[in-house]
Protein backbone atom coordinates (compact mmCIF):
# COMPACT_ATOMS: atom_id res chain seq x y z
CA UNK A 1 0.00 0.00 0.00
CA UNK A 2 2.69 2.35 0.96
CA UNK A 3 4.26 1.72 -2.81
CA UNK A 4 1.66 2.74 -4.14
CA UNK A 5 1.48 6.13 -2.68
CA UNK A 6 5.05 6.26 -3.27
CA UNK A 7 4.20 6.21 -7.23
CA UNK A 8 2.18 9.02 -7.90
CA UNK A 9 3.86 11.43 -6.69
CA UNK A 10 6.90 10.37 -8.31
CA UNK A 11 5.00 10.33 -11.46
CA UNK A 12 3.62 13.60 -11.08
CA UNK A 13 6.78 15.13 -10.72
CA UNK A 14 8.32 13.14 -13.83
CA UNK A 15 5.13 14.65 -15.83
CA UNK A 16 5.97 18.47 -14.32
CA UNK A 17 9.90 18.09 -15.33
CA UNK A 18 8.68 17.15 -18.93
CA UNK A 19 6.72 20.01 -19.05
CA UNK A 20 9.06 22.48 -18.21
CA UNK A 21 11.78 20.93 -20.27
CA UNK A 22 9.64 21.04 -23.13
CA UNK A 23 8.63 24.82 -22.52
CA UNK A 24 12.09 26.09 -21.86
CA UNK A 25 13.73 24.28 -24.74
CA UNK A 26 10.87 24.94 -27.36
CA UNK A 27 11.94 28.03 -29.80
CA UNK A 28 9.96 31.07 -31.22
CA UNK A 29 8.21 31.47 -34.44
CA UNK A 30 8.24 34.54 -36.61
CA UNK A 31 5.46 34.17 -38.90
CA UNK A 32 4.54 37.61 -41.40
CA UNK A 33 3.22 37.92 -44.90
CA UNK A 34 4.84 35.61 -46.89
CA UNK A 35 7.17 34.15 -44.79
CA UNK A 36 7.48 31.60 -41.45
CA UNK A 37 10.57 30.37 -39.48
CA UNK A 38 11.73 29.62 -35.99
CA UNK A 39 14.50 30.90 -34.34
CA UNK A 40 15.80 30.02 -30.87
CA UNK A 41 14.67 30.88 -27.32
CA UNK A 42 18.05 33.04 -26.75
CA UNK A 43 17.44 35.32 -29.61
CA UNK A 44 15.00 38.15 -29.58
CA UNK A 45 13.42 40.21 -32.25
CA UNK A 46 14.65 44.31 -32.50
CA UNK A 47 13.22 45.60 -35.76
CA UNK A 48 11.10 45.25 -38.17
CA UNK A 49 10.52 47.20 -41.53
CA UNK A 50 7.58 46.01 -43.87
CA UNK A 51 5.12 43.20 -43.58
CA UNK A 52 6.99 40.47 -45.87
CA UNK A 53 3.87 40.48 -48.17
CA UNK A 54 3.79 40.94 -52.69
CA UNK A 55 3.77 44.58 -53.18
CA UNK A 56 6.23 45.82 -50.46
CA UNK A 57 9.13 47.25 -51.78
CA UNK A 58 11.47 46.62 -48.49
CA UNK A 59 10.85 44.19 -45.87
CA UNK A 60 13.24 43.94 -43.27
CA UNK A 61 13.51 42.07 -39.27
CA UNK A 62 16.49 41.44 -37.38
CA UNK A 63 17.30 39.22 -34.00
CA UNK A 64 19.66 39.67 -31.39
CA UNK A 65 21.85 37.71 -28.82
CA UNK A 66 24.22 39.14 -26.12
CA UNK A 67 27.54 36.91 -25.77
CA UNK A 68 30.17 37.44 -23.38
CA UNK A 69 33.72 36.55 -24.80
CA UNK A 70 36.51 35.15 -22.29
CA UNK A 71 37.51 38.35 -21.15
CA UNK A 72 33.94 38.69 -19.77
CA UNK A 73 33.31 41.56 -22.49
CA UNK A 74 29.49 41.35 -23.91
CA UNK A 75 28.64 41.72 -27.73
CA UNK A 76 25.45 41.60 -30.10
CA UNK A 77 25.54 39.25 -32.47
CA UNK A 78 23.30 40.16 -35.40
CA UNK A 79 21.30 37.63 -37.69
CA UNK A 80 18.70 39.88 -40.40
CA UNK A 81 16.25 38.83 -43.13
CA UNK A 82 15.38 40.79 -45.74
CA UNK A 83 13.32 40.92 -48.36
CA UNK A 84 13.63 42.99 -51.33
CA UNK A 85 12.05 43.79 -54.86
CA UNK A 86 13.93 43.23 -57.17
CA UNK A 87 15.61 45.53 -59.65
CA UNK A 88 16.57 45.80 -63.42
CA UNK A 89 20.46 43.13 -62.86
CA UNK A 90 21.35 44.60 -59.45
CA UNK A 91 20.93 43.58 -56.01
CA UNK A 92 20.90 46.18 -53.99
CA UNK A 93 21.08 45.11 -50.19
CA UNK A 94 24.05 46.99 -48.39
CA UNK A 95 25.23 44.54 -46.37
CA UNK A 96 25.40 41.55 -49.29
CA UNK A 97 27.44 44.90 -51.56
CA UNK A 98 29.64 44.95 -48.68
CA UNK A 99 30.69 41.25 -47.99
CA UNK A 100 30.87 41.40 -52.68
CA UNK A 101 33.35 43.43 -52.23
CA UNK A 102 35.68 42.29 -49.59
CA UNK A 103 36.65 38.73 -50.79
CA UNK A 104 39.45 38.27 -48.30
CA UNK A 105 38.71 35.16 -46.61
CA UNK A 106 35.21 34.67 -48.20
CA UNK A 107 33.81 31.37 -49.36
CA UNK A 108 30.94 31.16 -51.52
CA UNK A 109 28.95 28.20 -52.27
CA UNK A 110 25.02 26.87 -53.22
CA UNK A 111 22.23 24.91 -50.90
CA UNK A 112 19.00 24.17 -51.07
CA UNK A 113 17.10 26.55 -48.50
CA UNK A 114 13.15 25.64 -48.24
CA UNK A 115 12.88 23.98 -52.04
CA UNK A 116 14.65 26.82 -53.83
CA UNK A 117 18.46 26.96 -54.44
CA UNK A 118 20.34 30.03 -52.90
CA UNK A 119 23.67 31.21 -52.99
CA UNK A 120 25.44 31.56 -49.79
CA UNK A 121 29.04 33.50 -48.99
CA UNK A 122 30.53 33.35 -45.77
CA UNK A 123 33.46 35.65 -44.80
CA UNK A 124 34.98 34.38 -41.19
CA UNK A 125 38.06 37.05 -39.63
CA UNK A 126 40.05 37.41 -36.25
CA UNK A 127 36.78 39.32 -34.98
CA UNK A 128 33.82 39.20 -37.31
CA UNK A 129 32.20 36.22 -38.78
CA UNK A 130 29.35 36.71 -41.03
CA UNK A 131 27.39 34.89 -43.65
CA UNK A 132 24.90 35.53 -46.31
CA UNK A 133 22.51 33.39 -48.05
CA UNK A 134 20.17 34.70 -51.44
CA UNK A 135 17.16 33.22 -52.28
CA UNK A 136 15.65 34.63 -55.29
CA UNK A 137 11.89 33.73 -55.08
CA UNK A 138 9.44 35.81 -58.05
CA UNK A 139 10.18 38.97 -57.72
CA UNK A 140 12.62 39.22 -54.56
CA UNK A 141 15.43 38.62 -52.95
CA UNK A 142 15.41 37.02 -49.19
CA UNK A 143 18.78 37.72 -48.07
CA UNK A 144 19.66 36.53 -44.54
CA UNK A 145 22.65 37.30 -42.90
CA UNK A 146 24.02 36.88 -39.58
CA UNK A 147 26.94 39.09 -38.07
CA UNK A 148 28.31 37.93 -35.11
CA UNK A 149 31.75 38.18 -33.45
CA UNK A 150 33.99 35.55 -34.39
CA UNK A 151 34.13 34.22 -30.58
CA UNK A 152 30.27 33.40 -31.06
CA UNK A 153 30.12 32.32 -34.43
CA UNK A 154 29.33 28.58 -33.49
CA UNK A 155 26.02 29.59 -31.59
CA UNK A 156 24.92 32.31 -34.07
CA UNK A 157 25.75 29.47 -36.54
CA UNK A 158 23.25 27.17 -35.44
CA UNK A 159 20.26 29.39 -34.59
CA UNK A 160 20.88 30.93 -38.05
CA UNK A 161 20.47 27.51 -39.71
CA UNK A 162 17.39 26.89 -37.53
CA UNK A 163 16.14 29.47 -39.35
CA UNK A 164 17.20 28.57 -42.54
CA UNK A 165 16.05 24.74 -41.77
CA UNK A 166 12.44 25.68 -41.23
CA UNK A 167 11.84 28.61 -43.35
CA UNK A 168 9.00 28.50 -45.72
CA UNK A 169 7.98 30.75 -48.59
CA UNK A 170 4.27 30.99 -49.80
Given at each position: MERNNFILPVILI???????????????????????????????????????????????????SMFENSDGM?????????????????????????????????????IKVANFTATQMGNYGPEIAEKVTIIEEGNYYLV??????TYAANQTSEAYNQILQTLTIS
Open positions: LIIVIVLISVFSSGNTFQMGQISFDYPNGWSQSSIVGDFNNGTLYNEVIFTSQDAYIIIQMQQKTQNTLNIPSTNLLLTNTTGTTVGSITYITP
